[in-house]
């Protein structure tokens, strides 16, 4: 059984690791394919996380991601919604039975809560303190839509949350 746990949960952060969400993100899929309900995701990447290592190291690098990523998961409300470590320094969501709107709200309420913990990051180009940029989407899953193609969108609306200048949600 420990083992089993060891194998869902990223060494560092202590939450779900990329193979867990890959799996619980088709199994949630599948079930609100079923119950022709909305499902969102929320993909997330520190702002200018490599300067943060380049300046303070990667001790320091690796407790902010453990902040991070608790913070994440502190600002999750109900027993069906997770977060995973997706990459690096970047965190994925999963928020079955969640409507965009919804999402939104709690990606804005993760931007806010980081944002607030005031780490500093004197390296930034977006400001003096760790910063956090998010995209969402959402959609009730159908067989014109793929899981994959989902994580695209959430993909592009995190990119287009860097190119518009970090530190923000798009949706």
């Known amino acids: 059984m420990e083992l089993k746990r ?23 899929w599948k079930r609100m394919y ?9 993909l997330s990447d520190i702002d200018h996380f490599k300067s943060f290592n380049d300046t303070y190291g990667h001790l320091m690098g690796d407790d902010c991601l453990r902040t991070v990523a608790q913070t994440i998961e502190s600002c999750l409300r109900r027993p069906g ?12 969501v999963i928020l079955p039975n969640t409507d965009l709107d919804g ?31 998010l995209g969402v989407a ?3 899953p159908s067989t014109s839509l793929d899981a994959d ?16 200048g970090r530190n923000r949600v798009i949706v």
């Open 149 to 164: 193609a989902f994580i695209g969108k959430a993909d592009t609306a995190l990119y287009a949350a860097k190119e518009q």
């Open 6 to 28: 060891l194998a869902a949960v990223d060494g560092l952060t202590q939450i779900a690791n990329r193979r867990s969400f890959d799996q619980l993100l088709r199994q949630e």
């Open 81 to 92: 919604d997770s977060v995973a470590r997706y990459g690096g320094e970047e965190f994925a």
């Open 138 to 140: 959402a959609a009730i």
């Open 34 to 42: 079923r119950e022709k309900q909305p499902l969102s995701l929320i």
């Open 103 to 133: 999402a939104a709200y709690i990606a804005n309420t993760i931007r806010d809560t980081v944002g607030r913990l005031m780490i500093p990051h004197a390296s930034s180009n977006t400001a003096d303190h760790v910063t956090i940029s």
